[in-house]
């Protein structure tokens, strides 16, 4: 596969959606509002346009057998079998995007068996649209800028540090621990996009998820993942293992700890003691 020729071909299909989505969300139209069930959200017209967008233009411009295809609207999404993956949140912040907070993203990346090689994040009420292939660097454009290169900072002293967690998806577990990592602030920002770009571009060093009645699915970290990495950053389990992608259960349960780079294994060894403390209490 040749990968910065597919980018060129998804480019402007990132920007396509997220003209879609903003059509939506200026309209006072009807959004169709559903609950997808007690720990999964909502949905609205506006993630199964975008869906059916972008299934239709990656068939269209690509052999249909060449891949296969895992969305967060998808009814049934099955694990991959095939070498190529696309992995597609059409509307990651649906809750942000209902409220019209403006904090959400589209997200597109292509795996190579259970690991991201490509990734596209656009944040359409930004005009940004953030880039990435494995081993290339990670990239952050609008529509009147070229792309521009993205670094982590370089923050470690305890009392520089910024953490980034959800919103909405908390839990007593989270509390807990983000209370005791070290920490100058706690920003509370929606969409896993918004929240792993925000790294990505030096904004802020750490972000923690824990699971506990549902988690993250492939399709909130997989695009995120790799524009983080790719701009020198981390994101693993706290135990420091990889996400691996395309697995028969898309949940992505545990401590997830995306970061910087430069503090990601003094705080895996932090929260693995805070695990172990809490374990054994």
Request: glycine share 8%; charged share 20%.
């Amino acid at each position: 596969m040749e990968l910065p020729a597919i980018m060129e071909g998804v480019r402007s299909l990132a920007w396509q959606v997220s003209d879609l989505l903003m059509d939506y969300y200026q309209s006072p139209q009807d959004l169709g509002i559903r609950s997808k069930g007690p720990h999964d959200g909502e949905v609205t017209a506006a993630d199964l346009a975008a869906h059916h967008l972008i299934l239709d233009s990656l068939q269209t411009q690509f052999a249909p057998e060449a891949f296969s295809y895992r969305s967060e609207e998808d009814t049934q999404p099955q694990a991959s079998t095939a070498e190529w993956t696309w992995v597609i949140d059409p509307l990651d912040g649906t809750s942000s995007f209902i409220r019209r907070t403006g904090e959400f993203a589209v997200h597109l990346a292509l795996t190579r068996g259970d690991r991201p090689v490509l990734a596209l994040v656009t944040r359409p009420a930004q005009g940004e649209l953030y880039t990435a292939i494995a081993g290339q660097g990670a990239y952050c454009e609008t529509r009147t800028q070229p792309p521009q290169r993205l670094t982590t900072s370089h923050r470690t002293a305890p009392d520089q540090l910024i953490a980034i967690t959800s919103r909405s998806h908390r839990n007593p577990s989270l509390e807990r621990l983000i209370a005791a990592l070290p920490k100058a602030e706690d920003r509370h920002i929606s969409s896993m996009g918004g929240k792993l770009v925000a790294i990505a571009r030096g904004e802020a060093d750490y972000f923690l998820s824990v699971s506990e009645y549902s988690a993250p699915k492939d399709w909130d970290y997989c695009a995120p993942e790799l524009v983080l990495t790719e701009a020198g950053g981390c994101l693993s389990r706290s135990d420091g293992s990889l996400l691996r992608y395309n697995q028969p259960d898309p949940n992505q349960w545990g401590v997830i700890l995306g970061s910087n780079g430069a503090v990601h294994t003094t705080l895996c060894q932090s929260l693995q003691s805070l695990t172990a403390a809490s374990s054994g209490s």
